[in-house]
């Protein structure tokens, strides 16, 4: 069974960083693609960020400069540093993996007080 499992969330002031950390239950090699999306109380999922198996990212524009997708494939892990961090960045973030279906995370809440 897959599991992709957030870690990392949490309260930060504005202008402060976070790295979220998710962790998969198999190679993460065999995911087409993984990524971050996030969705804030009453708007739907929306991207953050995507990393290939070979390394290439795509980025939501809000989140380009500032947010930092990356991979170790030796821990089976996908990070998301973010910094400068803005209150319209509180939302619950999930970890995606593709390869021939979407797996997700269960979220992991992040909070940024103005």
């Known amino acids: 069974q897959v599991q992709l499992v957030e870690s990392g969330g949490g309260l930060v002031q504005t202008g402060g960083s976070l790295r979220l950390s998710c962790a998969a239950s198999?190679?993460?090699?065999?995911?087409?693609?993984m990524g971050w999306y996030r969705q804030a109380p009453g708007k739907q999922r929306e991207l953050v960020a995507t990393?290939?198996?070979?390394?290439?990212?795509n980025y939501a524009d809000s989140m380009k400069g500032r947010f930092t997708i990356s991979r170790d494939n030796a821990k089976n892990t996908v990070y998301l540093q973010m910094a400068s961090l803005k209150p319209e960045d509180t939302a619950v973030y999930y970890c995606n993996g593709k390869n021939n279906r979407d797996y997700w995370g269960q979220g992991t809440q992040v909070t940024v007080s103005s």
């Open positions: 198999i190679n993460i090699f065999s995911f087409y693609t």
């Open positions: 990393i290939t198996r070979y390394g290439s990212t």
